[in-house]
């Protein structure tokens, strides 16, 4: 069965740049999505269509998708970005699958 | 205004059968591409996607569960029930149901989620 990886962690200092990434065989010819889920909180949509940002999202998060790799990035980061964040996969033949989620500390 | 709202039991035996019923509101099931999917979360751990049913009554299930899940919609009553057979602790989690757009398999509404026990 398909599988994508993300790093358990990622740390970044307020107003710098984190980048999250989502590894997969061939990932960059399926669709990925990004959410951002807050303690207690159901996931909230933030990239989909590798790309796009739904609405009310702010513009500093974006995603990029390529080859293996699926890399959400996140800029001039705030503590409010603070959160679990969990990157999935879709095509036809693998559909819905979630990474294990990264956890973002801003500090 | 969409919104989706997941009820049904908090606590479950082993090997009973769980039904979880998402109600929502703001869509129609009976629109072109929209579809209504049901993930999990069991506590400190990720999400992990159940299944999911379109509009046209097309059914997809995680390979994994596939046995043991059944997932129906009622397009009058604007609700999607998840039937999952042989509860055992390890499917103690958190349940959402979300809302899909289209077939290219993102979630951009999530209910609140329902927390189910599994033990004896």
């Known amino acids: 069965s398909y599988e994508v990886t993300q790093p358990p962690s990622v740390s970044v200092s307020p107003g710098q740049t984190a980048s999250i990434t989502c590894s997969g065989d061939?990932?960059?010819?399926?669709?990925t999505c990004w959410y951002q889920q807050k303690p207690g909180q159901s996931p909230v949509l933030v990239i989909y269509?590798?790309?796009k940002r739904p609405s009310g999202i702010p513009e500093r998060f974006s995603g990029s998708n390529s080859g293996n790799t699926a890399t959400l990035t996140i800029s001039g980061t705030q503590a409010m970005d603070e959160a679990d964040y969990y990157c999935?996969?879709?095509?036809?033949?693998?559909?819905?699958?979630f990474g294990g989620g990264t956890k973002l500390t801003v500090l | 205004q969409i919104t989706l709202k997941e009820s049904g039991p908090t606590l479950v035996k082993p090997t009973q059968t769980l039904t979880l019923t998402c109600t929502f509101s703001?869509?129609?099931?009976?629109?072109?591409?929209?579809?209504v999917g049901w993930i999990r979360q069991p506590p400190g751990k990720a999400l992990e996607w159940l299944a999911l049913?379109?509009?046209?009554?097309?059914?997809r299930y995680s390979p994994s569960l596939e046995s043991r899940l059944t997932i129906t919609k009622d397009t009058s009553k604007n609700q999607v029930v998840l039937t999952m057979t042989n509860m055992d602790p390890v499917d103690t989690a958190t349940y959402y149901c979300?809302?899909?757009?289209?077939?290219?398999?993102?979630?951009?509404?999530w209910g609140q989620g329902t927390l189910v026990t599994v033990s004896s």
């Open positions: 979300a809302h899909s757009r289209n077939r290219f398999g993102f979630f951009d509404y």
């Open positions: 703001g869509f129609s099931l009976s629109a072109s591409g929209v579809g």
């Open positions: 049913i379109y509009w046209d009554d097309d059914k």
């Open positions: 061939k990932l960059g010819n399926k669709y």
């Open positions: 269509e590798d790309s």
């Open positions: 999935q996969a879709w095509d036809s033949s693998a559909p819905w699958v």
